[in-house]
């Protein structure tokens, strides 16, 4: 199941005819406020005040013309300003195809560096998504180039890799934020891990080796973006060990998923930030949420029925 929804994620054809269909887009409304960045500034601020930070990311990837990523970087200006004006704890998390990573790599830079530029005046970071694998070299170069000029830019990086422990040692140098998840792309068992139990058990080790470089002083800054409670109580327990606080990591997690948990950590005093999609180019994001669960292919069905 996981795969076929993966491979639907890919495929051209579904993808210009599945989000034409009008009962599809109610089953979407699990993952996505709405595809107005409107609506996704309304939720930001409902969760502010439940204590919630967010991050915002802008639907669409793999672009054909670059002058759609130019009218991307401007929209992602633009929301900079909203997430200003509005006084709303918000980051943003981009994907670099989004901002035209497949035509030209250095206007891609170029957008970066504009939007992290525009972040800092408000304190904020800009986190760089990780796509399939034919991505993460250049991904990472990216970012250790953005990352000289600029300290406020984070990467995303994906447990399900075999590289990715020794990836993290080599970033370690330049005082990364890093945003660990599990991996939501279809990678092949030469470059990945493919068990539940191998990928938690890199994550778990990648985590507490971040942790235990910012116990022994380096600057590094840990998203935990996962749903994965009982990973995270693991990671927890090992912070305090380490003497940390509970600010020593936040946690992140889509819209949607695991609310309650959210509301809980926060509660309990760690950083929570919930990231919040939005916007037309939908499809491809909404079936790897679909890959990740079977139950909520279910629950995509009884919507479409119901
Ligand atoms: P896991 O899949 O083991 O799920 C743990 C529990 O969480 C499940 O038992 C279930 O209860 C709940 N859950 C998880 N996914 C759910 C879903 N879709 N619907 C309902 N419940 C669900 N990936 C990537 O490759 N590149 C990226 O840049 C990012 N960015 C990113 C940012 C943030 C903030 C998050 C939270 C995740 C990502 N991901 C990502 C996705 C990530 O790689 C992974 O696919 C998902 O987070 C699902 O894995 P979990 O870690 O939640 O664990």
Known sequence: MRRLLLWMARNAWLRERIPRLPFVTRALHRFMP??????????AVRFRDE????LFTRLGENLVEIVEADAVAEHYLELLDQIHVQG????LSVKLTQLGFDLDETRTEEHMGRLVQRAACDGGTVWIDMEGSRYTDRTIALYE??????ANVGLCLQAYLRRTAADVQRLLLVEPSIRLVKGAYDESATIAYRSRKAVDANYGAIAVALLEAIAAGRRVRIGLGTHDVMLINQIATRATTLALGRDAFEVQMLYGIRVDQQRRLAAEGYPVRDLIAYGPGWYAWYMRRLAERPANVLFALRQIVG
Do not use: N, S, W
């Open 34 to 43: 709405g595809e107005e960045v409107g609506a996704a500034l309304r939720e």
């Open 51 to 54: 204590g919630i930070k967010t």
């Open 88 to 91: 709303i704890p918000g980051e």
């Open 145 to 150: 180039r953005l990352k000289a000029r600029h």
